[in-house]
């Protein structure tokens, strides 16, 4: 498990109890189901209309990929694979690596080594891999956007939830034991709204995206590093250039 996540999930939630806690009320004061079936039931059905259900059929596998610690190689190590394969493929030619690539878990790597061992001409094999990439992304962002979506629509819901609330408070203020009820459903659906869409969604989409830009930076050197051994650049010249996207990505 990404233990930022988890550790921020944690002081989230913890922190809310507490101040529950504190606050003396118990929790069965900020348990709703008008407010729930506003917010929760709210948000799913209109998420669920926005989306495909191909896209939706991703949601969970998508937490697990937030939740989860990033498995891109670091930079540095990659960029070193990269010049070790370069090196090899020019002392002893572009066969003498096809074994190992086989054995690469990096399917990306995988995939723009295998066009080199077919002898891919360098501008096929970069348009190749660059259409590949671009539909990876196209991919990570769809689902992203259902998150952001989430986030969003809890915000809207905990709003409306709130109108309901305050008109049906407004329609009975001659009976003053509906005016609790009503309350409660006007403030603890802003409350369940603003806590799904900053304590669950907000998290989920800032991760994946974290996690997206990483992948998809380790995927433009490897097309960056494939295209030059194709070339059959120096290994001087594939050092150099793929060396300075560090102080690049880092800052």
């Not at 723009?112 to 962002?141: C, G, S, W, Y």
């Not at 509906?178 to 806590?195: E, I, Q, R």
């Not at 869409?197 to 960056?224: D, V």
């Amino acid at each position: 498990m990404d233990k930022t996540t988890i550790g921020g999930f944690a002081g989230l939630w913890g922190l809310v109890a507490l101040a529950i806690i504190l606050g003396g009320a118990g929790f069965g004061a900020y348990v709703d189901i008008p407010s729930v079936i506003i917010v929760i039931g709210g948000t799913a059905s209109v998420t669920v209309a926005q989306f495909e259900s191909d896209t939706l059929g991703k949601f969970g596998k998508a937490i697990g990929v937030a939740t989860s610690p990033v498995k891109v190689e670091p930079i540095g190590e990659l960029i070193e694979k990269i010049i070790i394969y370069a090196t090899d493929i020019k002392k002893n030619g572009v066969m003498s690596v096809e074994t190992k690539i086989q054995d690469e878990q990096n399917a990306f790597f995988k995939e723009a080594f295998n066009l080199l061992v077919d002898n891919t001409k360098p501008e096929v094999l970069k348009n190749l891999l660059e259409i590949k990439l671009e539909h990876m992304e196209n991919r990570h962002l769809n689902i992203i956007s259902i998150f952001t979506a989430i986030g969003g629509t809890a915000g809207s819901m905990g709003m409306t939830g709130t109108l309901v609330g305050l008109v049906a408070m407004l329609a009975n203020l001659s009976d003053p034991s509906s005016v609790g009820p009503a309350m409660a459903v006007a403030l603890l659906t802003t409350m369940y709204g603003s806590l799904l869409g900053t304590g669950f969604a907000g998290i989920m989409e800032n991760k994946l995206t974290q996690k997206h830009k990483k992948e998809m930076i380790n995927c433009q050197i490897i097309i960056e590093g494939a295209h030059m051994i194709a070339l059959e650049e120096s290994i001087g010249n594939v050092k150099m250039k793929l060396g300075a996207i560090m102080p690049a990505v880092e800052d």
